[in-house]
């Protein structure tokens, strides 16, 4: 069955450390892969998203993700965190399909 | 250019009692989506909707849950009678085109509470 696995419930760093929130997948052939936020008391924002080519996808607000097919990852980075980076970051995948399956979402806490 | 809308923002009711959920996807936009969190869990898929069809209703967890969108405008999500286990967070999502490639805008949600 196709799920995606965020193994930490929360991930704290201190401003200006750089930032890792992990996601793994399992799903079979090719997927397309989506990195959501939510802000408090706001929706899902989109982030990035990988379709193909290369491996390294940037997005809003200085973000980047790595694919890596061997490892089955999508791992969130971003070389310099902001206090304002506080918020619930999803992963997500897709595979033939429109709908989204997410993970359960990891709580990223910046500390000033 | 307006984001998707969802209204109410929250819903307290009793067990037993109906709630209809709406959701105003943006403008132009065929495609609507309407997922649910449960408390700490993933986001799950409910429906989707392709203007006024539903395209996949296999995320609908049984027939309590009567999703419609007449027009193929804005959504609605009913839930009657409504069990403790259906609270949680309603997301609507709405896309320009469907298929894996394009990304769901998302609304703000509808915090169901059933009490």
């Known amino acids: 069955a196709q799920s995606v696995a965020q193994p930490e419930d929360q991930v704290n760093v201190a401003e200006g450390n750089p930032l890792t929130v992990k996601c793994t997948y399992s799903?079979?052939?090719?997927?397309?892969l989506f990195w959501y936020v939510q802000y408090p008391n706001r929706g899902l924002q989109f982030l990035l998203k990988?379709?193909?080519?290369?491996?390294l996808v940037k997005g809003s607000y200085g973000f980047e993700a790595e694919f890596n097919k061997s490892q089955t990852s999508f791992h969130l980075k971003k070389p310099s965190a902001l206090v304002s980076d506080s918020a619930l970051y999803f992963c997500?995948?897709?595979?033939?399909?429109?709908?989204?399956?997410f993970g359960t979402g990891t709580r990223l806490q910046v500390f000033p | 250019e307006a984001g998707v809308t969802q209204f109410p923002s929250h819903s307290v009711i009793e067990k037993g009692q109906t709630v209809t959920l709406r959701c105003d996807p943006i403008s132009g936009h065929d495609n609507l989506y309407w997922y649910r969190r449960v408390m700490g869990k993933e986001i799950k898929f409910l429906l989707h909707?392709?203007?006024?069809?539903?395209?996949?209703e296999s995320g609908m967890p049984n027939n309590r849950f009567l999703a419609e969108r007449t027009g193929g405008t804005y959504s609605t999500l009913k839930v009657q009678p409504a069990e403790l286990e259906d609270s949680g967070v309603y997301f609507c999502?709405?896309?320009?085109?469907?298929?894996?490639?394009?990304?769901?805008?998302f609304g703000p949600g509808t915090r169901l509470t059933v009490t």
């Open positions: 997500a995948v897709k595979y033939n399909t429109d709908k989204l399956i």
């Open positions: 990988y379709i193909t080519g290369d491996n």
């Open positions: 799903v079979s052939g090719n997927p397309y």
């Open positions: 999502a709405s896309s320009q085109q469907g298929g894996a490639l394009y990304e769901q805008y």
């Open positions: 909707f392709v203007k006024e069809s539903k395209q996949d």
